[in-house]
């Protein structure tokens, strides 16, 4: 009977220990398995880029964060929009390897590649074109009261030429130029959009040089205090531009744009995106395509404009990164 017992105990004591057994076996299939799904997981994990728009008054944060939106939800990619002092200085942030994407103007990030104007002597080396977007318009604003109603009329004013060093400095300049004046002519401000707005309000500079798509956000909240006036350019002057600074192109601001009462000629750039040349070309071939495929997620007004067909228009001698032309060479544009 004891013998019976201490078999029974035996065995009882030998089932146990083949329970635990296979209970540590199956915890480590699970440890093995959970492991193979982090690594799975992490291989998926989002990229974060950071993409620098412009100021708020401007059009490149809004639409940014819209874009940036986009990119998340459709690629590999997420996209933290950031404010900046728009395309000279985005183009420094990206030699930097500060950040990934950018908004710039097209002739501010030809003057970079090919060290010309701000970057002169000190051209920048590391950036590559996914496209243009839309166009950018050169709008000298003031008001009724201002009196102003040519570029001319702007000797002895006080008048913004926009943030140093940014594209509408340089558009300001041009501008000037081609009707005989410099910054010499008139009493220069160096200030951002809303900056330049609220000085018009403010009474402390009489007109200012705005590169931005329209309706710029900036220019809209002062029409609904004032009556204002986009200063035109004559169109010997608008050829002038275009002859000797070929990244122009005639534009329009039409009627009915801050309350404005006519069509008013101008010119305009091309807004654009570039990327930094290390970004791996898969990602940005998902990032154009995202873009450029889901425009009828975008609410901003400028949103119409952007088109895979007018994506190479202006880019001049930019190079596109091997994502965004492998992604347009499938769309057949060139």
Known sequence: ?????????FILMLSFMMVIAACGNDSGNVSEEEGTSETENSSDEKQDLSLLTGGTGGTYYPLGGQIGKIITDNTNANITPQTSGASAENMETLRAGEAEIAFSQTDIAAYAIDGLE???????????????????????????????TSVEDLKGKAVSVGAPGSGAYINAMQVLEVHGLTDKDIKPQNLSFDESTDGIQAGTIDAAFITAGTPTGAVEALSAQNDLVIVPLADDKIQALIDQYPYYAKDTVAAGTYNIEADVNTVAVKAMLVVTKDLDEELVYEMTKSLFENTDKITHAKGEFITPETALEGLGNLELHPGAAKYFEEKGVQ
């Open 1 to 9: 009977m004891k013998k019976m017992r201490y078999s029974l105990l």
């Open 118 to 148: 701000m970057f002169e002597g000190n051209a920048i080396d590391n950036i590559q074109a996914i496209g243009s977007l839309y166009p950018e318009t050169v709008q000298l604003v003031t008001t009724k009261d201002s009196g102003i």
